[in-house]
């Protein structure tokens, strides 16, 4: 990989998820989704937050909003992304 990084930067990181696919397991590069209930029922108090790391494109809000409603619950989002900080 050293050799390849080398010659082909843009090759990388798929030899990189084959390597880990080849010799670990397929678990660890597939990315699964997330199942907003299933976070929900392991809360043990209401006040513990949820935190979500989000990557570029991902929005659960629209998901946490149904939830909200289905369990009756009052949501309140807080966006901490870049210039919304304030």
């Known amino acids: 990989m050293i ?36 976070i929900f029922e392991e809360i043990k108090s209401p006040k513990e937050p949820i935190i979500f ?4 494109g991902v929005d659960p809000t629209d998901a946490l909003s149904k939830l909200a409603i289905e369990k009756g619950i009052t949501f309140s989002p807080i966006s901490m992304g870049k210039g919304q900080e304030k």
Do not use: G, M, Q, W
């Open 3 to 38: 050799v390849l990084r080398c010659f082909r930067v843009d090759r990388v990181n798929f030899a990189i998820r084959n390597y880990v696919e080849h010799f670990l397991k397929k678990d660890f590069v597939e990315s699964k989704p997330t199942i907003i209930s299933s």
């Open 53 to 56: 790391v989000l990557s570029p």
